[in-house]
């Protein structure tokens, strides 16, 4: 591309012996100036919030399996440019968005907080077995199961089905407290891994997978792209199981899902967000979002698995396995800047 001034730009990268993987990525066409429409993302949730709100006792059960956080999250609304522009600036390479301020990625502590799923626990993994014949199910535990499976289906670990949950996870759920004794905050990371790195290339149209948890993980660290919250509804009071106990309080991620002022910020323009992040200033993105007294305020389960938010290790679900490494990050520190080792590709599957 010529630059007006006699020479020609040069988009990146120079030195392409970390980024090896610039010609399959979706960049390079935007750059040789073809117009990309946004990615379709797709998502079968909307019926699970349909629902309205599930008894106490079924809440229960999803608190022991470690999937009430994201119960509590509740349903938002996805920014499909939001998304797409996220997606140009993935490498595969590292696990990154690449940022005019350093690099950045979605982490285990961005799992626990937002969404309280566990991260330190046993893998996902296994075969799919079929259930014995005449197994009797408590009827609560039944439901329970169903509408985990539709978390997971839906909008955890979706896929392009649209309508669809893998079985593979339901002999996880037997045993809800052995359930949440698994990483399902590593295995649901792992999958939003695999769909950006999938999404970077340039025949993509789509993507699946966690999506709600990458846009607020995106309105929490880019304060410019966010749109403005209106004051919550009043909470009602907690919910009570049986022995009058109250259920814990919501996730960090709950914060979002409210109603937004948006006069101020545009969304769902893609060519509006490529501006915006290309244009980003050092002072415009958020290092470190959930300071000491956030952390302090969320309820255990959002913080149970901090010793290894900062753990470099396979994250897997089933025959997915993609690479936690936090030392991936690039800061700008001043005129210094630190650059860290990238991920590796070889392991990508079990």
Known sequence: MDSGLG??????????????????HRSTDIWDGKDFEPLTCRRCDGHFWRLGTLDPRVQQMMLKAGFYGVYKAGRMRLDHALITALVERWRPETHTFHLPVGEATVTLQDISVLWGLPVDGDPITGEVKTLPDGASEDTVKFYARAYILQLLGGQLLSDMSNNKVKLMYLPLLRDFEAAGRLSWGGAVLACLYRALCRATKPETSDICGPLVLLQIWAWERVPFIRPGRLAPRQQPPPDMVAGDHPLPAAPYGSRWNVGFKLETVGTHVLVLYRDQLDNMKDDQFVWEPYPADVLASLPGYCVSGKQIWQTVAPLICFDVVEFHHLTAFCVNLGNNRLFLQFVTLSLTSI
């Open 7 to 24: 020479h020609t730009l040069h988009p990146g990268p120079i030195d392409d012996s970390v980024l090896t993987l610039q010609d399959h």
